[in-house]
């Protein structure tokens, strides 16, 4: 069954200088079934034309939702401190073998000590280069994680984030020594942080 409006009645047309009533209908003249055209034919308004995407180099894509998860992880605190602290273990280690290898610990060949073995210098490279990787990575890790948090918490990404995670991360190193050595480690810690983030910045 179709419902059409009625055709207008001439008797019900405005006589003299009456105006006709104001409708405000697309399709028709009755709200109802304006409303229910409209429904089913849709409007023109549409989501996708109206996203504003800058314009870039190459071809522009918009990013799925598996994207943005595999980018949110990539961003987390607990993924930047677990990439800080490998990358903190490697320098460290290699701080720690070239350190080992060029200040060996080998008794004097004149003198009547034993000297150490082959064995005993790689055993002891060994330990002072996991010993360096370890302190290292432990700085990284912490120091990733305060500046990340320091960062989310700010909502801004400056100096500032750098120098309050290297006071925090120098406090905590020198606490254990003492609180005048907290205190001197975390404002050297501050200060070696901002240098390094104003050179990485302004270079």
């Known amino acids: 069954m179709i419902v059409l409006p009625k055709p207008p009645n001439p008797e019900d047309q405005p006589s003299g200088d009456q105006q006709p009533p104001s409708t405000s209908g697309i399709f028709f003249p009755n709200a109802d079934l304006d409303e229910v055209a409209r429904h089913f034919i849709g409007n023109n308004f549409r989501f996708r034309e109206n996203i504003i995407i800058p314009k870039m180099y190459g071809v522009v894509q918009i990013k799925t939702n598996e994207e943005k998860l595999v980018e949110a992880a990539f961003e987390s605190c607990a993924f930047k401190s677990l990439m800080s602290c490998v990358m903190g273990y490697g320098l ?93 480690g975390a404002a050297g810690f501050a200060a070696f942080s901002t240098v390094i983030d104003y050179y990485m910045r302004h270079r």
Request: one cysteine or more; glycine letters at 12%; hydrophobic letters at 45%.
């Open 92 to 184: 460290g280690a290699a701080i720690g073998l070239f350190s080992s290898s060029v200040n060996p610990n080998i008794a004097d060949p004149l003198a009547a000590e034993k000297q150490q073995t082959a064995r005993e210098i790689f055993r002891e490279m060994r330990a002072a280069t996991h010993s360096y990787g370890k302190n290292f990575a432990v700085i990284g890790a912490v120091f990733a994680a305060v500046e990340c948090v320091i960062e989310s918490k700010r909502g801004v990404s400056d100096w500032r984030n750098g120098t309050y995670a290297g006071a925090v991360t120098g406090g905590l190193i020198g606490l254990r020594a003492g609180v005048k050595a907290g205190i001197v």
